[in-house]
């Protein structure tokens, strides 16, 4: 890595795929914990695994990338840390082979020290807000249990959190590239909710059915509206400028059915069907 700020990028997999090729990435295990493969494969590819040392790996069906970000959080040492999936990056060029065109570290290295945050380009829901489409697709108890948690740990953030799930549009995917600064506070804020959250929801206190393994991915899908909630508030009490912020398109590595994708969101909008 060229001489400067130093940035690693977890990219989240729970199978062996292929990885960028750049120095700053970190190919990374997750929900390793338990799984009969954790030794196998994935470290003679060279992936690291988010059960070791200090680990949430146990809850990756629900958490999803957040066991990366957890694992990433105790155990990375760089001036910027990130997240990343194996099938969806960052992307600096469009180019017909899609991993020729993923972010490399050459492409963030004038911009370190001044963007002090990297966001993907925002998500956009038009004809819906993001409450709304938590509504339509998951569980709203869910989400209003996490704003009450918010309310009474961290009730200067209850503003922000209104006007993000307002909003038609987000930073989605729980990707990022922060100051390693930024991510201590962020991740010290988001899993003690989601823990509280995870607490109360085991003791029955969050009324909702019996969850299929898709939607029992909740905490993570939250944490996507969180993160925007967090990003808001660092701007209202100082913590951001709107200049440190910078954001980049992402990338899907393999073809997307748009169609499906779509027929879905419509679906679980006009006619209460959940994803």
Known sequence: MEQGKTVKIIV??????????????VPLYVGAEGRQDNDGEPLKKGFSLDNSGDNISIRNPGYCELTGLYWAWKHLDADYIGLAHYRRHFSARRTRDPFDGVLRYSDLLPKLGR??????RKRRYFIESLYDHYRHTHYISQLDETRAIIGERYPAYLPAFDKVVRRTWGHMFNMMIMERGLVDRYCAWLFDVLFELERRVSEGKVK????????????????????????????????????????????????ENWGRKVFAFLKAKYFGVRY
């Open 208 to 255: 909702m059915p019996e969850l299929s393994p898709f939607q029992a991915r909740f905490y993570g899908r939250i944490s996507e509206i969180l993160f925007n909630v967090w990003l808001e508030h660092c701007l209202a009490d100082g913590t951001l400028d709107r200049k440190e912020i910078c954001e980049i398109p992402c990338r899907f590595m393999e073809r």
């Open 115 to 120: 963007i002090r945050v990297f966001v993907p």
């Open 12 to 25: 989240a997999a729970h199978k062996v795929f292929r990885m960028p090729e750049d120095e700053m990435y």
